[in-house]
């Protein structure tokens, strides 16, 4: 069992900037490669990005590439976004899940391949 919490949401303003924090617990932080997600009001839950168990390389989706940055520390058990820019759109309620790497086949940006997921964090972002 793994328990993910989120925090660092909250009402800003275009331009501005946050950092989203996952704290994992439960089970060895290092079985797992973890991802971000968010959904929009009315809209289905997205990937936004993911990064493996070991670190290294990160993928994003189209949309935040340049601006949202995945990072984990493996010391704490807690995985990062950094998001600059924010723009309206940006609008959403994210979540942070953890995806086991002990099995084959998985795929970082695949939802349904994530077996833990955090209770969300809203991010507004005003105009």
């Known amino acids: 069992q793994v328990q993910l919490v989120e925090s660092g949401g909250g009402l800003v303003q275009a331009g501005d900037s946050l950092r989203l924090s996952c704290a994992a617990s439960?089970?060895?932080?290092?079985?797992?490669?973890m991802g971000w997600f968010r959904q929009a009001p009315g809209k289905e839950r997205d990937f936004v990005a993911a990064?493996?168990?070991?670190?290294?390389?990160?993928i994003y989706a189209d949309s935040v590439k340049g601006r949202f940055t995945i990072s984990r520390d493996n010391a704490k058990s807690t995985v990062y976004l950094q998001i600059d820019s924010l723009k309206p759109e940006d609008t959403a309620v994210y979540y942070c899940a953890a995806q086991s790497r002990l099995r084959v086949g998985v795929v970082l940006q695949r939802q349904s391949d994530y077996d833990y997921w955090g209770q969300g964090t809203l991010v507004t972002v005003s105009s």
């Open positions: 439960g089970r060895p932080f290092t079985n797992y490669n």
């Open positions: 990064i493996p168990w070991h670190g290294g390389s990160t």
